[in-house]
């Protein structure tokens, strides 16, 4: 119902900025909540930034101040800028959509891109 597609990703030196897009399309209406995680090597995936229909915004502490969540509700696409990378921002990103309003009602569902690698060089 919801497909995600990510830009790429790259590799920056530390202390670079690096911006990553994600574009939903599918059959909705709107979706409630979009975002951006991340995994690591040997880590669990963890939570980077989201950003609700309403204007809502959520970050990792370790992220505060360096990373930036932006959305566009007309084309569905959010955006995440990173400033000051750290090599421990180093991992694969993954967009997120949670919660879609279809033509048969409200599907809580979570939706996946395919990840992107972001590596930081120190």
């Known amino acids: 119902q919801v497909q995600l597609v990510e830009s790429e990703g790259g590799l920056v030196q530390a202390g670079g900025s690096l911006r990553l897009s994600c574009a939903a399309s599918g059959s909705f209406f709107s979706i409630r909540r979009m975002g951006w995680y991340r995994q690591a090597p040997g880590n669990q995936r963890e939570l980077v930034a989201t950003f609700t229909g309403t204007g809502t915004t959520n970050y990792a502490d370790s992220v505060k101040g360096r990373f930036t969540i932006s959305r566009l509700n007309a084309n569905n696409t959010v955006y995440l800028q990173m400033n000051s990378l750290k090599p421990e921002d180093t991992a694969v990103y993954y967009c997120?959509?949670?919660?879609?309003?279809?033509?048969?009602?409200?599907?809580?569902?979570?939706?996946w891109g395919q990840g992107t690698q972001v590596t930081v060089s120190s």
């Open positions: 997120n959509a949670q919660g879609i309003m279809t033509r048969r009602g409200f599907y809580s569902n979570d939706y």
